[in-house]
């Protein structure tokens, strides 16, 4: 066993000690078998390793059904009934509140799409490990108690407000990145000054298909967008997305 991660700090909590195995950034789970290999690990603990896999779950289970991308459809016949049958709790959730939206396709016209309730602040929040992890990864930098992770789905619209006043900025270093078959892709900026200052954006499964209770019509979330900084900052932040 490797113990390539032991001691050292988790890179979420920046408290605890890591496992010997430390854990992926992106699960394995996110990605079809022939694409995991030489997938990103970081020192992570046990508490925050359940917590964040819990999640992983949960996301892997539902974005296959909203999600663009083309593995998509393999994803849900290959992964995602085994993992509902051993989560009878969430298959009972997600039947419970199947419904159907009114969707206009590709000619104008209208057709009735099914769906199946999906918890948004769950897809965030697991982006806020993530981007601890990645800033870790790339640069070295731990976003502790003294720093903010602030993340939010993105529209079409969202994304241009995105970059012309955040990806626009002097950067330190900058980083691409396409893991598996274009499964998720990511880019990462971090600021000349602090170095906890990063911007991230991240596109998953092409994006995914939505709905919300106080709409008929489906969208389409593009991409999660990220933000670190200092804490003081956090606010600010906030009130601009309001």
């Not at 890179?11 to 195995?21: A, E, L, M």
């Not at 969202?158 to 691409?176: I, P």
Request: proline share 3%; hydrophobic share 35%; aromatic share 12%.
């Amino acid at each position: 066993m490797s113990k390539k991660f032991k001691g050292k700090p988790c890179v979420y909590c920046g408290k605890r000690p890591s496992t010997n195995t430390g854990d992926h950034v992106f699960a394995r789970q996110f990605f079809l078998e022939s694409e995991r290999t030489n997938l990103i690990k970081v020192p992570a603990c046990i508490s925050c390793n359940n917590e964040k896999s819990k999640l992983e779950h949960y996301l892997a289970s539902l974005l296959p059904f909203g999600g663009l991308h083309n593995d998509a459809s393999e994803h849900l016949s290959n992964f995602v009934q085994p993992r509902l049958n051993k989560n009878q709790k969430l298959k009972n959730e997600l039947r419970k509140g199947m419904a159907y939206v009114v969707h206009n396709n590709e000619n104008g016209d209208p057709e009735r799409r099914l769906t199946l309730p999906f918890d948004g602040d769950r897809y965030t929040k697991l982006f806020k490990y993530i981007v601890k992890g990645l800033s870790w990864y790339h640069w070295g930098t731990f976003l502790n108690e003294n720093s903010f992770v602030y993340t939010i789905a993105l529209t079409e619209a969202g994304e241009e407000m995105f970059h012309k006043y955040f990806f626009s900025l002097r950067s330190k270093h900058r980083v691409e990145a396409t893991i598996g078959a274009n499964t998720i892709s990511y880019l990462g900026v971090q600021a000349v000054d602090k170095e906890i200052l990063t911007i991230w954006q991240f596109h998953v499964f092409n994006g995914l298909l939505a709905s919300s209770s106080t709409e008929e019509d489906l969208h389409r979330t593009q991409s999660i967008g990220a933000i670190t900084g200092p804490a003081s900052d956090e606010m600010n932040v906030i009130k601009m997305f309001e």
